[in-house]
């Protein structure tokens, strides 16, 4: 299995360390070239999601990564990973237009900006969330479901093979979000081959 971790901005050096920690072999993509590799799966960490979405469309990765996407290879978006993912964002452009989700970019305003909670995370139990200037899913519809709610806020949605996350699982020392999206790359491959 290998994983590709957008490596654009932001925090991707994390994600890559969270896969070597659960024994799973990642190579970051930088460049147009590196999308030649097979990957089994994409990461899109967090960061801006306007600077993002910018080098993804300059360097010709928007395109070779939506065919990856036709073609049902799984992607975990992280916090402005998920604003790239949204079909509606407020307060902040589309980019790849895939998930049912509408976000709202920035949700928590600058006191709360920053912050830790511990909430329910549907299949696994309670886990540690770190928002940083996060967005959050206003509302679901279509085809994606809702995994996690924080004050009534959705912060975790899937479909099909696309997971993201308004917060950094990445940042704490959990690994299990990072192995929920690990099984649903096994469960995409083995239904592939
Ligand atoms: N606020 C950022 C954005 O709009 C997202 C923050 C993050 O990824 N930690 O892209």
């Known amino acids: 299995m290998k994983i590709g971790v957008f490596a654009l901005q932001g925090a991707f050096a994390e994600h890559s360390a969270m896969l070597h920690r659960l024994g799973v072999e990642s190579r970051e993509i930088?460049?147009?070239a590196d999308m030649n590799d097979s990957f089994d799966g994409f990461i899109l960490p967090g960061g801006e999601s306007t600077?993002?979405?910018k080098l993804l469309l300059e360097l010709g990765l928007q395109q070779p990564l939506s065919e990856q996407l036709d073609h049902g290879?799984?992607?975990?978006?992280?916090?402005?990973g998920l604003l790239l993912l949204?079909?509606?964002v407020e307060n902040g452009p589309t980019c790849l237009s895939r998930m049912d989700i509408a976000a709202k970019r920035n949700a928590y305003g600058r006191q709360l900006g920053s912050f830790t909670?511990?909430?329910p995370f549907a299949g696994i139990?309670?886990?540690?969330?770190?928002f940083i200037r996060a967005p959050y899913i206003s509302r679901t519809f279509g085809a994606?479901?809702?995994l996690a709610e924080v004050n009534g806020k959705i912060v975790a949605a899937q479909q099909g093979n696309m997971l993201v996350?308004?917060?950094h699982p990445e940042l704490t020392a959990d690994t299990r979000v990072h192995a929920y999206f690990l099984d649903m790359v096994r469960r995409a491959a083995q239904k592939a081959s």
Do not use: E, L, N, Y
């Open 117 to 119: 909670t511990v909430a």
């Open 73 to 80: 290879v799984p992607i975990f978006g992280t916090c402005a």
């Open 144 to 146: 994606a479901q809702p």
């Open 125 to 130: 139990d309670s886990i540690p969330m770190t």
């Open 165 to 167: 996350t308004a917060f």
């Open 30 to 32: 930088r460049q147009r």
């Open 86 to 88: 949204a079909k509606q």
């Open 51 to 53: 600077v993002m979405r």
